[in-house]
């Protein structure tokens, strides 16, 4: 047998495999479906999103698509100038609209939505240095969650992701604490996931009826604190939203209120 013939299957294979698409990572249809994911494509979507945002979004399209691009280009399936089709034809859009006090991120390729994120509504007044002593702190407001309807709600992942973000935020250390509140949602969130009953589960009124003694330390919530909580509970959700009267809804009130009381 000839190296040439030795060869032929591993070309054969190289020749079949297939750049990662569209329709392989977004929920998409039609000429999009089909189309590869080209570098161009992430590189206008990355600075579409740091144009509308102010920054990347966290596990959002433009990350998923920079992801699919390199994986692509380094099988030698694409090439690094390379754009599609839709992308250079009908565009790259994010759309950012407030519809009462919701926000809703609306991201697209050509006519198709590849992304869309729903969050509470924290308007930019002031920074957070600029708010004074009667405000609300972070353990307020998680202790807030236990109190409305949304702390009859299991504690699953995204609530444990929340709060650990909340946590993190309030004590301003970068990790679990041994026996506070991130590591009691963990646990929460992995032991519900195993029960199968509801009124089996624990609570979010259960972790947070103390939060303001199970916390290290304690601080006023500002927007970005809210933004960050936000951020931790919808990247840990299918459906990309926050949980009405949760933990990020609750930190997203606080700090609007805090920002309405040090502009009034």
């Known amino acids: 047998m000839s190296q040439q013939q030795l060869r032929r299957p591993q070309q054969q294979e ?3 495999k297939d750049p990662i698409k569209y329709g392989d990572v977004f929920n998409v249809d039609g000429d999009l479906a089909s189309e590869p994911i080209m570098p161009r494509d992430a590189a206008l979507m990355q600075a579409t999103e740091n144009q509308v945002l102010g920054q990347t979004q966290k596990g959002g399209p433009a990350s998923v698509m920079q992801s699919a691009a390199a994986t692509n280009v380094s099988a030698g399936l694409v090439g690094r100038g390379d754009i599609s089709g839709k ?12 519809i009462g006090t919701t926000r809703v991120i609306t991201e697209s390729v050509g006519k198709q939505v590849v992304g869309q994120f729903v ?39 995204s609530d444990a992701a929340a709060i650990q973000a909340a946590e993190m935020r309030a004590t301003g250390k970068n990790e679990i604490q041994p026996g506070g509140l991130a590591a009691a949602a963990q646990s929460a969130a992995t032991k519900n996931s ?19 003694e199970k916390l290290a330390s304690d601080k006023v919530v500002t927007r970005e604190d809210a933004e960050g909580v936000i951020g931790a509970e919808i990247r840990n959700k299918a459906d990309m939203t926050t949980t009405p009267g949760g933990v990020a809804a609750s930190l997203a009130a606080a700090a609007t209120l805090n920002q309405n009381k040090s502009s009034s």
Do not use: C, N
């Open 119 to 157: 969050e509470p509504y924290v308007p930019m007044k002031t920074p957070g240095s600029a708010l004074d002593r009667d405000t609300i702190t972070i353990g307020e407001a998680l202790e807030a969650t236990a109190l409305a309807p949304a702390g009859d709600k299991p504690v699953d992942q």
């Open 194 to 212: 195993r029960t199968m009953g509801d009124f089996q589960k624990t609570t979010l009124s259960d972790v947070l009826a103390d939060a303001r």
């Open 14 to 16: 190289q020749e079949h």
């Open 87 to 98: 992308a250079r034809d009908e565009g790259i859009s994010v759309a950012d609209s407030k």
